[in-house]
């Protein structure tokens, strides 16, 4: 290894979320570093970000009371991300590119940069703003443009994932790709508003 | 660790910690007038899971109580079973009464059932639906009748509808929104209800309604709402529901109708915002 390249262990998410492809290039060319830890750090991480927001935009603070709980219940993303992962991986090739599943759950997770950060902007809107305009600024209707930006860019970066760490075709990695947010993103989806989706199917469909 | 992770982790332990502390309890002093008890409610409230809401039923209940709410309704989406686990909670700590509800999400209305036992099915008219509400007791309240639901609600529905949110965020969000809850609540003999569409965002009660009941039991509420013993201000000074109710509340220094507005936050609060936010940032960056 030379002095210039980084091990999964340093890598900054900054440098992923800006230069995916070369980033994962670099990343797949490094040895395997085998360690438990690494499937459950940036679950961890992730899960815990969530859970600040969940605090920050209730009680505009962080509080154990919520912010405990809420990483606990938020633990469900990370690890429906990671049931997808699983999901998707294509076996035949992770052998042959060496890649342990613990270091690809590490380095898929250093993909989740872009919606890190907007978990934070939602959290310091809603933390410093007044009420009624953070309603104006951070509600549903401005969440859909953003959250839609962010799925391209991030669905950008996850596609350099499944291209150049699992080391596969683009029209494989894209496959992967739109597998692992059809798994994902459908249980998040019934499990946290699955309450009224029927009625909003009939709605939309007009049937 | 290096030195960028200790810094992270440093802010963080130090918004947690100023956080935690600053997190207090503040309860409203009992406050009878006219022979009621006036009860300071939120009626449209979801947790997690199945209602898009981020915070779990007793986490939601505690909340309530941090916002110096004496009740809510926790309304699922199309469900009931949530709302029971709250109020199982509550009950079990002393909290705040939580009224069983739902929010039946249908294709062409939003109707909240509250004070109901089992789930009331989405696909059936409002009139319908509003029948099986009455039918387990409960109280008909339209939820955010913006106008692309008012079509749902004919003479008929109108006829059974016990009440109407004249009052929800969306109305300082969107004026048109705010005429045309006042437009609604116009059409008909209606409760004034005031309710935040709580999913975990902002502060719970951020539009409330008083309530004047003989006592917090759920029924003495549910009893309430079907009588009209409701009064709703907004913040522009509005204020919605019985008349006599509205001159008894403003003639009595101790009742405070601004309860929404949350207090000025403190050293700690402060403390626990900018720290916090700032070694997430880090976090996340350098990571």
Known sequence: MTSTTSTPASLPTL?????????????????????????????????FVLGCTVSFAASGRLTLRLVVPATIYAAFVAIIE????????????????SQSFCRSVDLF?????????????????????????????????????VVGALALWSGYIDFCFFRYVFQTTP????????????????LAVIIFGGGPLRSEIVRSLGI | MNSTRWVAAGLIAVSLIAGTFSDTVRKNPTLMLGGYRVLSADFHVHSFPLSWATLAPWDTVLEA????????AITGHNHVWVAKVGSWFSYLIGGPTVLVGEEIVAPTYHLLAIGIDHTIAWRQ???????????????????HPLFEYWAAFDATAMSKLDGAEVLHPLAYVRFPAYVQFQEFYARGRLTAIGDSDYHGLGPLGMCRTYVFARDNSPSAIVDAL????????DRNGRSYGDPELIHLASQDPHFN????????PGFLVMLSRVTGVAGLLFLILFA
């Open chain 1, 109 to 145: 997770f250093s993909g989740f940069g872009p919606w890190l950060l907007w978990l934070l902007s939602f959290a310091a809107v809603w933390t410093f703003a007044a009420p009624v305009n953070a309603f104006r600024w951070a509600g549903p209707h401005w969440d859909l443009y």
């Open chain 1, 171 to 186: 029209q494989r990695a894209a496959r992967c790709l739109l597998m692992q947010r059809a798994i994902s993103w459908t």
């Open chain 2, 226 to 233: 079907r009588a009209g013993h409701t009064v709703v201000y």
């Open chain 1, 15 to 47: 440098r992923v979320m800006l230069r995916p492809a070369a980033s994962y290039q670099e990343l797949s060319r490094l040895p395997v570093v085998s360690s438990k830890w690494l499937a459950v750090r940036r679950p961890l991480l992730f899960a």
């Open chain 2, 125 to 143: 008219p409002a009139a319908a639906a509003i029948d099986e509400i009455h039918r387990q007791g409960g109280v008909a309240i339209a939820a």
């Open chain 2, 257 to 264: 109708p601004n309860q929404f507005d949350e207090p000025p």
């Open chain 1, 82 to 97: 990671v049931v997808a992962l699983m999901a998707v991986r294509p076996r035949t090739l992770s052998k042959a590119t």
């Open chain 2, 65 to 72: 109580q941090r916002h110096r709410l004496d009740a809510i």
